[in-house]
């Protein structure tokens, strides 16, 4: 079925570790997002790319860094895990920007501990 | 700027009652409204849009009207079903914010027997 494929779905770091956060996307869209879902705090924006070759800072980027690396592929990178990074994390896709709506994938629940 | 502001939950119905869940914005511009439905383990789906004041959004037997003199996007439905059991989040998107999605904090709905 076509849509956003998020790898892993779970993870357990160790505070400091660092681990990549993959998402693929099959509908030839052009934007993509990273998000993170907290108890009682809705989903906050880390980063997103607008387009192929372009990255951009959301809501709450510190810690993380973002690779466009073609225009499926949208990898997020924590590469020094802190607990405070506990979380459940969504990439979504969208044609151009949010006007369309977003495709979101299933999610990859991440402990750090 | 821009913010979505959604009613707490959870909210508690039994199997046919009518549903509302209140949704009110704050824009600059004039956005485009969403309801996402999140069900447990799962990520974000597509409920339903509207694209400019007065229209109504429509799937599943949930309804949305664009209330631009109220800033508001209530969801309603009709007669809820236990499958309709999810978290619900409003979203709004316009040129302010680059066409970015901006999600409340959610509503959980628990449909009882």
């Known amino acids: 079925n076509a849509g956003v494929t998020q790898t892993p779905k779970f993870q357990v770091l160790k505070t400091g570790q660092s681990m990549t956060l993959q998402c693929a996307q099959d509908m030839n869209h052009n934007s993509m997002y990273w998000y993170r879902q907290d108890p009682g705090m809705g989903l906050r924006l880390i980063y997103y790319s607008a387009s192929e070759g372009t990255t951009d800072k959301g809501e709450v980027p510190n810690g993380y860094n973002v690779s466009r690396l073609n225009k499926r592929e949208f990898s997020l990178r924590l590469e020094s895990a802190a607990p405070s990074q506990t979380s459940v994390y969504f990439c979504a896709s969208s044609r151009t920007g949010g006007g369309y709506g977003y495709t979101f994938g299933s999610g990859t629940r991440l402990t750090v501990v | 700027g821009n913010s979505v502001t959604q009613m707490e939950g959870p909210v508690t119905l039994s199997e046919e009652a009518f549903l509302t869940i209140n949704c009110t914005y704050t824009?600059?511009?004039?956005?485009?409204l969403f309801w996402y439905v999140q069900y447990p383990g799962e990520g974000l789906q597509l409920l339903l849009k509207a694209t400019k004041a007065d229209d109504k959004g429509s799937n599943k037997g949930f309804e949305a009207t664009y209330r631009k003199e109220t800033t508001s996007f209530h969801l309603e439905k009709g007669s809820v079903q236990v499958s309709d059991s999810a978290v619900y989040f409003c979203?709004?998107?316009?040129?302010?914010?680059?066409?970015?999605?901006?999600f409340g904090s959610g509503t959980r709905l628990l449909v009882r027997p």
């Open positions: 824009a600059t511009g004039y956005p485009s």
């Open positions: 979203a709004l998107s316009d040129e302010d914010s680059s066409y970015k999605l901006i």
